[in-house]
């Protein structure tokens, strides 16, 4: 019984210090100290976590198997070498057997209105039990490039289709949150 307790308290406690980090909150990151970086905000119900191995933001919601990213290059690394790294670490968040293979198809995203230096590419990941889908946006901030995007995963067996992650349309379109967080980068004020 003391065991129970325990892990309820312990449980409670998790969930209350995660409701705190899952907020609208502003983030700044720069790629020098020296120089203005770049402010984004995190949207609502997605709680920001370091990326794994590279510099930048990786945001999860406990709700769905989908969320938002954005990552820069550091010197020893090229825009190349950050997308690959992105799409192999999200590949992993679902994929977790080194056997399965995923074969990966992709087209080109349009940039989004109102943003002058981006492009933008759409990834399809499909194995016998999933589909991945990852955006991936290089948008230019000020004198630095920036990665970001959406990425979500849907089973294929049918059995759980309200844990379903939101995919984007063919134009990068049709997920409130992600909306939200691409109008919201801009250089550091």
Not at 34 to 57: A, E, H, R, S
Not at 68 to 90: F, G, H, M, R
Not at 144 to 169: C, I, P, R, T, W
Not at 176 to 183: I, P, S
Request: hydrophobic content about 35%; charged content about 25%.
């Amino acid at each position: 019984m003391k065991i129970a307790t325990r892990y309820l308290l312990f449980i409670t406690l998790i969930s209350i210090s995660l409701t705190a980090f899952i907020s609208n909150e502003t983030h700044v990151f720069a790629q020098s100290h020296d120089k203005l970086g770049v402010m984004f905000k995190t949207p609502k119900g997605y709680m920001p976590l370091d990326f794994p191995d590279i510099k930048g933001v990786l945001m999860i919601t406990q709700k769905k198997p989908e969320g938002l990213y954005i990552v820069y290059p550091t010197n020893e690394q090229t825009l190349d070498d950050i997308c690959k790294k992105v799409q192999s670490t999200i590949k992993g968040m679902f994929v977790h057997d080194n056997k399965v293979e995923v074969n990966w198809s992709s087209a080109t995203l349009p940039k989004h209105e109102g943003v002058e230096d981006e492009t933008g590419t759409l990834w399809l990941g499909s194995t016998n039990a999933q589909n991945i889908q990852i955006a991936m946006f290089i948008r230019k901030v000020g004198s630095y490039q920036y990665v970001y995007g959406h990425f979500a995963m849907m089973d294929k067996s049918g059995k759980s289709k309200e844990q379903n992650g939101a995919f984007l349309d063919k134009d990068g379109k049709g997920v409130k949150e992600f909306d939200e967080f691409w109008r919201s980068i801009s250089k550091e004020k």
